[in-house]
């Protein structure tokens, strides 16, 4: 077989995993909404015989009564207070790590700047690593610091997606829910059953799960080797599920302790989105329309099938500099060659556009525009799926404006499923949006022409600042995952990127509970003949475009000076 065929076959291939993968997310949706929906209204399930006493005794203990609603404003306070009390909890156990138990290879307590940095990281759901896991931190810190924000991080973002819907459901009310009731239940009756199974899987697939410390082993060389065990399998199963991607390994899912199989590696895609894509069927269902979900979905799915075949098509095709030299064939550098180009290609696509940040592949690797649309992912607000609750609920902020362009273009006042969307949504809307490319492109600007900035990039050129524009979409976009050439473990970096991250969730999530206070005091309208149809092809095509348009307009220069930049030099003779 000539490489010429061998690269079509994996094209062949390639083609039918992505469209395999995409037909089962859609087939996901309404199981996975109907589960969200019943915690949504706060319903009974079936493990509420079994947990209900732990809920009740969580609510005992922090004298809370579930039934008693709040404002946006009680919401948010909440929700603030809470996630600084676990940031300095975090903080804590991350700085005292060398004096605590479970730490078999006796490893010191982390430096100040990184204590913070990682403690703000796993806090907002980013769970960017500027260390090497297994080198850094104990079992105990593994456990104990990170993990349980692997759970509350994302049960927080779907609390965030329900107080939204209730926004846009609500009739003529100030409240928006309880956001304490909405974290124990999202916690206890979906993200701890799902990992717990998760991670039955990936214990029978070969994932270990273990106290031990490491385990020796001969290769077939002879030379000895000391493999790094743990409670793998507990950490991989909740940072899938909950788009958390922070791994035990340095490595990440390119590991093969974290993804030892084909069939495991394609179950933990599937992970990735399966509840984002369940929430868009919630929130239909929610307003009480689930056409509104669908529609949401397929623009979804639109904006994440073309993102993905721009990558395969990349990847698979190679380095058009060693097609000149006779070597053509796909860009297997920095790739487990377990999966290839195809499976990298598509959890790169899928990672980034789902906020999850885990890698099979290392994305400083990639060719230029290979690299350019896991990037573009997530400078779009990571709304193609997005990570839970945070993925939908920033989609809806672009179905705002798309209705308020559609409102002008007839001159009439805008509505969205049943609400008048007037100026102070518009206004709080844009001003959530516009926080990702101040911080982005901001920091990206001044780690420039900083001497501490640029010492942190490890290519020169246009590939340097790929990795510093990298690093600043990921933390604010809080994604986690990196181009791995940019030394990020520094005083200025953790800095830097803390902040980000700090403003990219959370300067995000208040603007979003406002709208839901504004949205729910308001009467619903019935839709009418003037009404703009918001779930046929029209209203997708308008997402869409409108997605891609501020999107495009905001980080076209970056990325020229980035990715395009050394596509173009590429093509010329010219590699980083």
Not at 455 to 477: D, Q, R, V
Not at 512 to 538: D, M, R, W, Y
Request: charged share 10%.
């Amino acid at each position: 077989m000539t490489s010429a065929d061998l690269v079509a076959g994996t094209t062949f291939a390639g083609w039918g995993l992505i469209a395999l993968f995409v037909a089962l997310c859609f087939a996901l949706a309404k199981p996975m909404g109907q589960w969200l929906f019943a915690l949504y209204e706060g319903r009974a399930t079936p493990l509420t015989r079994v947990l209900g006493p732990i809920e009740r005794g969580f609510y005992r203990l922090g004298g809370i009564d579930p039934a008693k609603e709040q404002n946006w404003r009680q919401y948010a306070l909440a929700m603030l207070l809470f996630q600084l009390a676990t940031t300095l909890a975090t903080y804590a156990v991350l700085r005292l790590q060398g004096v605590l138990p479970l730490n078999p290879r006796g490893l010191a307590g982390l430096s100040p700047d990184l204590a913070m940095n990682t403690s703000i990281s796993f806090v907002t759901n980013t769970n960017w690593q500027a260390y090497a896991g297994e080198g850094t931190l104990s079992n105990l810190s593994q456990m104990l610091a990170l993990v349980p924000h692997n759970f509350l991080s994302a049960a927080t973002g779907i609390a965030i997606a329900f107080a939204l819907f209730r926004g846009f459901a609500g009739r003529q009310t100030a409240f928006i829910g309880n956001f304490w009731a909405d974290l124990v239940r999202i916690t206890l009756y979906l993200l701890l059953p799902l990992a717990v199974v998760f991670a039955v899987v990936l214990v029978a697939g070969g994932v270990p799960q273990t106290f031990a410390s490491s385990v020796d082993a001969t290769t077939l060389e002879g030379a000895h080797q000391t493999l790094v065990l743990g409670p793998i399998a507990s950490q991989e199963a909740i940072k899938m599920v909950g788009t958390n991607g922070g791994g035990f390994f340095n490595a990440n899912s390119a590991h093969p302790f974290e993804n030892p199989t084909a069939l495991i590696n394609f179950l933990q895609m599937l992970s990735i989105f399966t509840i984002g894509v369940g929430l868009t069927w919630c929130f239909g269902k929610a307003v009480g329309d689930t056409r509104q979900g669908w529609a949401i979905l397929i623009a979804m799915m639109i904006l994440f099938v073309g993102g993905t075949a721009v990558v395969y098509w990349a990847e698979a095709g190679g380095n058009p500099l060693l097609h000149h030299a006779g070597l053509a064939g796909a860009n297997l550098e920095g790739k487990e060659v377990r999966f290839g180009a195809a499976a990298s290609a598509l959890f790169a696509a899928i990672t980034t556009a789902a906020s999850c940040g885990a890698v099979n592949a290392m994305h400083d690797s990639f060719t230029p525009l290979g690299g350019l649309i896991p990037l573009f992912n997530i400078e779009l607000g990571e709304v193609v799926v997005g990570g839970v609750g945070s993925g939908i609920y920033g989609f809806l902020l672009f179905a705002l404006l798309a209705v308020f362009i559609a409102g002008l273009m007839v001159g009439r006042t805008p509505e969205y499923v049943g609400k008048k969307i007037e100026g102070r949504e518009v206004k709080l809307a844009v001003l959530a949006i516009v926080v990702l490319p101040l911080c982005i492109l901001g920091g990206t600007a001044l780690s420039s022409v900083l001497a501490d900035g640029l010492a942190g990039p490890a290519n020169k050129g246009p590939h340097g600042f790929s990795e510093i524009l990298y690093a600043f979409t990921s933390a604010t976009g809080n994604n986690g995952s990196a181009f791995a050439g940019l030394n990020a473990n520094t005083p200025y970096y953790n800095g830097a990127l803390a902040v980000a991250m700090w403003i990219g969730r959370f300067f995000m999530m208040v603007p979003v509970l406002a709208i839901a206070g504004s949205l729910a005091q308001k009467k619903h309208t019935p839709e009418s003949a003037g009404s703009f149809p918001t779930t046929g092809p029209l209203w997708i095509g308008l997402l869409v475009a409108i997605v891609l348009i501020v999107g495009g307009l905001t980080f076209l220069p970056a990325l020229a000076l980035g990715p395009i930049a050394e596509h173009m030099a590429m093509l010329a003779g010219t590699t980083f």
